[in-house]
């Protein structure tokens, strides 16, 4: 009699390995039934093919059966620390920088203000509203002498003392040069076209116009320049 060969639940690689040989197992028993053939070399054939079936089965599951070692999942876990040291502060850089983006929105109603009060000469800061604080942006200020605008951000972009950025607006200098750059005079009315320059923290001087001819920030700002959008870098 032909026994068929097992095929244990060890893997589903092993079971899908020993699904042929079953088949030619199977095939052979048939071809060795005294109804089909009446010689001993096809008994003797049928057995070998199971032999050699099962010794076929018994390496599948050898080889489905290994995982990791602990060296190939030390290399893994080393390799995965390094990309997330990179890639971590990489990321947080970016939520932050998206949402500095939030305090530039908010300052275009103080920009406006600004333009308008310039035109007509009054008090840099007249008729603006400070909008209230958000969950990004503590406040939005407008000096009243110099129509800078300063933001200033709340913890979750950084801390307290480098948190700021400063707009500075600026006109033509048409008395001393077309191109250089001159600040804003409380008081008078200004012509020529209002321009912003955003500063961020160890940004000092102006790359407006001709180079050290636009006015500078009168506080300085704090900001960390890898958190500042590209414009508000040195």
């Not at 602990?70 to 876990?77: G, P, Q």
């Not at 951000?153 to 500075?168: D, H, K, M, Q, Y």
Request: glycine residues 8%.
């Amino acid at each position: 009699m032909i026994v068929s060969p097992s095929v244990s639940a060890s893997g589903p690689r092993a079971a899908r390995a020993a699904r042929p040989c079953a088949s030619r197992a199977f095939a052979a028993h048939a071809f060795a039934t005294p109804a089909l053939a009446t010689h001993a070399f096809a008994t003797n054939a049928a057995a070998s093919l199971v032999q050699s079936c099962r010794a076929f089965v018994r390496l599948a599951r050898r080889w489905a059966a290994p995982g990791f070692t602990l060296i190939e999942l030390m290399i893994v876990l080393a390799i995965v620390g390094v990309i997330a040291a990179y890639a971590i502060p990489a990321y947080q850089d970016y939520l932050a920088r998206s949402r500095v983006g939030e305090g530039l929105s908010l300052a275009s109603a103080a920009r406006l203000a600004v333009a308008e009060n310039a035109a007509s000469g009054n008090a840099f800061g007249a008729g603006y509203m400070v909008p209230p604080a958000t969950r990004n942006v503590a406040s939005v200020r407008v000096d009243d002498t110099t129509g800078q605008i300063t933001v200033a951000f709340t913890a979750r972009i950084a801390p307290e003392g480098s948190n700021t950025i400063v707009l500075v607006p600026s006109v033509p200098d048409n008395a001393d040069s077309p191109t250089a750059r001159v600040a804003l005079a409380q008081g008078s009315v200004q012509g020529g076209t209002l321009t912003w320059e955003c500063f961020a923290g160890g940004k000092s001087a102006s790359s407006l116009g001709e180079p050290g001819t636009g006015p500078a920030p009168a506080e300085a700002a704090t900001l960390p320049a890898n958190l500042a959008p590209p414009e508000c870098r040195a």
